[in-house]
């Protein structure tokens, strides 16, 4: 534990992406089994203890801070692992022996119960040092949030082993912590686990968005970029599974997706719910918020399954019948694709068409058009273009359409976690619900916590400081006087808001410190945005 | 802007110029020059007289030995351990003893006397680190880190941000005293303070200054610098420095990393929560007023406690650098 503690305070203090990858490398080289497996999976995120949550945490220190006292350490400090970790009371006597290893934590907290969580997770604290507790927290409640990415762990431990990320990637999906197998692969002490067996996830082929390059059409093909979440169905001796962009399985969610691909394939798509708001009748699906309805439910009820039945509009297909094509080109792939339609059922299932454009003026005409059909943008794809894990330069880009704009007024902020722990970086703002001469007043329409540089940040928390008129516990009400121009992808009718309404993607896209706050916009302005 | 003598016509670290002031340590944010009578320590009048030259109306005022103000009141100043020359204020008046603690610390610092805790009334405490997370580590452990990261490196330096006044020379003390007795480099705005220090018989060994030393030769060396030059063009002279910090703020990870320090060192010359606390279990005053920092923690312990306490709210101590 004690190591791991290192490990996490080295990664939050090294700024560089190669001087953190040096650091979890060194870490997975030097480190036994089975306590490095353990920390690449509390790394990636893939260490979750059901009976051990933040509210034990929270629980156990209830029992040992005033609360008023904590309440005003964490609001200071942002992090509760951290907080815990520097108020829990050390014990009398000091503990003798070692402190405890991953492994030994492991095995403790696997065993423990809900009902026991609370005394196991404290007599482990008792024994370690502030950095070790910090560590123990963090692994213990499966939340790192120190900006690392599963990925950046990925490109460590292909590092660590001189071995090729990709073929990390690969074989990760179907080991599970501590990931011995894998550790054995890649030292060379045994062959690569097998993966054509079981139906894994694969990771997904990503796009940059695309700026600068000049692209022809001779060498790419245009596809619409379909505003749903991109999934992966696999199905491996009569069991299929749906997978979303993280890898998580989502197959519980979208039954009739599951039970609708009847034979061995890997396949990519967008899955969209019917409806006619994208690309009208003929696009067929609806927004991104009639999709939302159905995301993260265990079970679907018969009348949500009629109200919003879902599809997946195919992209590609990364394995036929055991056939691996991803090392083939877009328009092999797109061959076999087109081939296996027929034996798909079209109310589950459709081809995402390609657009026809005959050079990237007469594409970027159909693009503008995209905000009427209600579509994120267009994709391009070289042709020529394997199926690789992860972004890779020069084969696939996005074109988003551009931003819509809002000018909103700062209504409230809320101080940030992690790196902006202490600075005012959440930020409410509302539109005016009539003429601000005439009475009207604000409404909330919206929170953005980026699109802003460091330097506005500070600028930012001094404006909340020296302009709060009330505060509500962490929040603080300003006096609204401050203009925000919002850019996002697209608003939406919303229940859940005072103001009806629910923007995708709200960021700052400029502070406009010219702008008299009367003359932010009104809520009809962003209501006739609704798509 | 300060705490305003009221019989007799005198301010505590105005942070405005005003007729006469009583100053109770040297660092910007409460000796300000301009005043027209200055009162504080020998060290302190002379910490002054190097940031803003030398005060007509500069008045020393022994540790211990009281001064009578003039309306009855009477001013003993303390040492206070904070820094060089740092003193807490003992009021005096009609029977009553009030002390204004200014910045103060419990830990040893072999640059200053100990704080004096002195039985009173009313204690007027600081508050920079009141929270219970505050919890400084002997300083020991953080200079043997801080030689340990050096011995680790020994391509690179190691550059200290530390403030100029007092936690500088107390981190090159310290050093010295745990045997580092190489050259010690400086940022041209350590260099009067350090050389005060000495003068005032506080010994630094080698000094030197950083400017005009070629790159290869501070490969291994310690370099001290004040905070805000730690990420500045100015350290782009040293050989790829690894930045360290000496700050109690460091205590709290997202700081350091806010501040992009990658060796966080917890040293501070301010109380930390336990000294807070104790202390004012210590003084035992019947009622505490608790000043610049965060009030509410230190409030609330003296309600968990059944002390009486209210919060002062003073403007214009900055203490972000500590």
Known sequence: MQRFAALLDGLLLTPSRNGKLTLIADYLRETPDPDRGWALAALTGAVDFAPVKAGTVRGLMADRVDPVLWALSRDFVGDTAETASLLWPEPEPAPQGQPPTLGEVVTALTAATRANAPTLLASLLDRLDTAGRYALIKFATGALRIGISARLAKVAFAQAFAVSVDAVEEYWHGQSPPYTPLFNWATGAAPPPRTDLLPLFRPFMLAHPLENEVISLTEYVAEWKWDGIRVQLVHVNGVTRVYSRGGDEISASFPEIAGALPFPAVLDGELLVRGNQQGGEAGGAASFNALQQRLGRKTVSRALLTAAPAFVRLYDVLIDNGEDLREQPWTARRARLEALMPRLDPEQFDLSETIAAADMNALAEIRAGARDAAIEGVMLKRRESPYVAGRRTGLWYKWKREPLLIDCVLMYAQRGSGKRSSFYSDFTFGCWDGDPDAGAELLPVGKAYFGFTDEELKLLDRHVRQHTVAKYGPVRETDRSLVFEIAFDSVHVSKRHKSGLAMRFPRISRIRQDKPAHEADRIEALRALVT | ?322
């Open chain 2, 1 to 322: 802007m300060g705490i305003r003598i009221v019989p007799a016509d005198a301010w505590i670290d105005p942070s405005r110029a005003v007729d006469r002031a009583l100053v109770t340590h040297g660092h910007a944010d409460h000796a300000r020059g301009g005043h027209g009578q200055i009162i504080a320590t020998p060290a302190t009048l002379a910490i002054m007289a190097v940031r803003y030259g030398v005060a007509d109306g500069a008045v020393p005022a022994s540790y211990n030995e009281p001064v009578a103000l003039g309306g009855g009141v009477t001013a003993t100043f303390l040492p206070a351990g904070h820094v060089l020359g740092s003193a807490q204020i003992l009021l005096e008046y009609a029977g009553e003893r009030v002390i204004v603690t200014g910045d103060y610390k419990r830990s040893p610092d072999p640059t200053c006397l100990p704080f004096a805790a002195t039985p009173c009334d009313l204690f007027i405490t600081e508050a920079t680190f009141g929270l219970p997370v505050f919890r400084h580590p002997p300083i020991a452990d953080e200079i043997a880190r801080l030689l340990a990261a050096r011995a680790a490196n020994p391509e690179r330096c190691v550059l200290v941000g530390a403030y100029a006044l007092g936690k500088a020379q107390r981190v090159i003390a310290e050093l010295r005293a745990a045997g580092w007795q190489e050259p010690i480099y400086l940022h041209g705005a350590m260099e009067a303070m350090c050389r005060l220090y000495v003068d005032q018989g506080v010994p630094l060994g080698d000094l030197r200054p950083a400017a005009g030393v070629p790159k290869p030769d501070l490969a291994g060396a310690i370099v001290v610098c004040p905070p805000s030059a730690l990420n500045d063009r100015w350290s782009r002279r040293l050989p790829d420095p690894l930045t360290a910090m000496a700050s109690g703020w460091m205590r709290v990870r997202q700081r350091a990393r806010q501040r992009g320090v990658e060796l966080p060192l917890v040293i501070s010359d301010h109380a930390d929560w336990d000294e807070l606390t104790t202390t004012i279990a210590e003084v035992n005053p019947a009622e505490t007023w608790v000043t610049h920092g965060r009030e509410e923690a230190l409030l609330r312990w003296c309600e968990l406690h059944q002390r009486r306490a209210r919060a002062l709210a003073l403007t214009g101590y900055e203490d972000e650098d500590d």
